[in-house]
């Protein structure tokens, strides 16, 4: 084994001398990622081979620096318990980094000995994040993101929990020791959790508040200004000034956390985003994923011509009958899969593919040959149109200093063709800069277009209720009453004045949900004509124009923001 590193001497686990004794011999493996340890470790090339190891003895270095376990004999192991199986996970990061992650197979683990109930972590909600960033564009905000190094390690197991652990390849001796987890391990089922936790602890210790309306949100207001810090697992999304951030980082530091720290935020969630000169607008994009459809359906969409909108104008997919081809088992998959990235992309930067993706969802137990011809032109219009991405441009504050949301909120009448349901689309403007939007199908069957569009507006309403208050929590002044666009008269009525008529009075709850909002002044719902309804394209599949119309307020390109 070649000579270990001071560091490495100080590790308690001792690797073991594995000699080569078949090295690979396919050149087409030295782009691939190891699936083995001993792959990694006997790696045919030299340069690659010493990778992999340093990157596994960093892995041993850092348990034993946390104290992750205790090694002990098999014969101590409680005659009731069994070990939990581990592996090694070898991944070459996107910037060139090898890392060699030793985790638990949480799948080993036994409900009720293990762990007592199944664990929920949360993460930050994707209209939590886009709100920090508008006010970051608002204020001059500066934008870190803070990245907990081995930060798994750092839960702390429950007191009745008592966890045993196979020796993993690179240890001696493994045939008679097991390991007692003193602490959680990257795999287990409740390490997420215990990481959580262990880290909301340590920010409220050091001054932050919050967590009641989004518990991954937390607010500190100190000496040297206000931060607002958004957690993602282990990445924690800093916005606020640089002065209170940099004290921020270093009483996290100060608490026992190993931090690695990007200051020019370039990527989030998947994302990357891009910022004006002046910092105050921002183009936000998902290039990673659009180069993911572009391998996985590339042929298929190379046959196909383009098309200027998501779907033709009208298109509603039907559910399969009896005279439809069924597809094989790997096509289903493929239109699965398909369909899976293009709610990924909606979900954080094309509002514009909502409506056609929601159509395209309905049928993915039993998909249709004409579903998946309706996926590829999807596809192929979300490559066409890779530039496109989520426009943040927000609006100067007024002279009250209150920020503004404005909805629009919209719905197509019994718009399903097989259960003749109605459809809801919304949008929520941020002080002008979309944050959060919908394209979904109603749970019940509406009598009206007036009821129709008043579940939509129910529906609408609980969404700026929450933006409201988390807003509220970050102690952001917000002007009220909220403005909320609506084309059906009807439902305005019905929303303005609670009367139980025969024909509204099976929806006389929601009815009256809005009712009490606009009583108390809290949203004041306003007439817009159909045309100006940016929230149309939500509901239904519309013509080009139309789509060019209203998704000039959602999505911008690159040379869009350079040119603002």
Not at 240 to 261: R, W, Y
């Amino acid at each position: 084994m070649e000579e270990a590193t001071e560091p490495e001497k100080e590790i308690a686990a001792v690797l073991l001398e594995v000699e080569p004794e078949e090295m690979l011999e396919n050149p087409m493996e030295l782009e691939k990622e190891p699936d083995t340890f001993d792959k990694a470790w006997n790696h045919f090339d030299p340069k690659k081979r010493t990778k992999w190891r340093e990157a596994v003895r960093k892995e041993f270095h850092d348990m034993n620096v946390r104290q992750v376990w205790e090694v002990i004999d098999r014969s101590e192991l409680p005659g009731d318990r069994r070990c939990v199986k581990c592996k090694w996970v070898l991944k070459i990061k996107r910037n060139g980094i090898y890392c060699a992650r030793l985790v638990a197979c949480g799948y080993s683990q036994i409900p009720g000995v293990d762990f007592n109930e199944v664990p929920y972590s949360p993460v930050i909600n994707d209209v939590t994040y886009r709100l920090l960033l508008v006010l970051s564009l608002v204020h001059g905000y500066s934008r870190v993101i803070v990245d907990v190094e081995t930060a798994f390690l750092h839960g702390e197991l429950e007191a009745e929990e008592e966890i045993y652990m196979e020796c993993p390849q690179g240890m001696e001796d493994s045939k008679n020791k097991v390991l007692r987890l003193k602490k959680t391990i990257y795999g287990l089922v409740q390490a997420a959790k215990a990481f959580y936790k262990k880290l909301t602890q340590v920010l409220k210790s050091i001054g932050f508040e919050g967590g009641i309306i989004d518990p991954c949100l937390l607010t500190r207001k100190g000496k040297k200004g206000i931060v607002h810090i958004a957690i993602y697992v282990d990445d924690c999304f800093c916005c606020g000034d640089m002065e209170e951030i940099e004290q921020v980082i270093e009483d996290m530091k100060n608490s026992g956390f190993k931090l690695k720290i990007e200051k020019e935020l370039s990527n989030y969630l998947s994302c990357k985003l891009l910022f004006s000169k002046d910092k105050k607008k921002a183009w936000i994009g998902q290039p990673h994923l659009l180069k993911k459809i572009e391998t996985s359906f590339g042929n298929e969409l190379e046959k196909i011509r383009s098309y200027k909108s998501p779907a033709a104008p009208g298109m509603g997919i039907v559910k399969a009958d009896e005279n439809d081809a069924d597809m094989s088992d790997k096509d289903k998959t493929h239109y699965r899969s398909g369909v899976g990235m293009l709610l990924f992309l909606v979900k954080h930067t094309r509002p514009d593919l909502a409506n056609a993706t929601r159509e395209l969802s309905k049928v993915m137990n039993k998909p249709t040959p004409n579903a998946m011809k309706e996926l590829r032109r999807a596809l192929k219009y979300a490559l066409d149109t890779k530039e496109l991405g989520l426009k943040m441009n927000p609006e100067e504050l007024a002279t009250s200093k209150e920020f503004e949301i404005k909805l629009f909120s919209d719905s197509d009448w019994a718009g399903d063709k097989d259960t003749r349901k109605s459809v809801t689309g919304y949008c929520i403007f941020f002080q002008g800069c979309a944050v959060s939007w919908k394209s979904k199908g109603q749970s019940t069957i509406s009598l009206s277009s007036s009821e129709a569009e008043l579940m939509a507006l129910s529906e609408a309403t609980k969404e700026i209720r929450f933006v409201y208050e988390l807003l509220v929590s970050m102690k952001v002044p917000v002007k009220t009453p909220i403005i909320c666009n609506v084309d059906n008269v009807g439902a305005i009525f019905m929303a303005e004045n609670a009367t139980a008529t025969p024909k509204s009075k099976h929806i006389d709850i929601k009815a009256k949900f809005v009712t009490q909002f606009v009583a108390d002044k809290f949203i004041k719902v306003i007439f817009v004509k159909s045309e100006d309804n940016v929230a149309d394209i939500f509901t239904k599949n519309v013509q080009f124009e139309v789509l060019g119309k209203h998704d000039k307020n959602f999505i911008w390109t690159e040379k869009d923001l350079k040119n603002e």
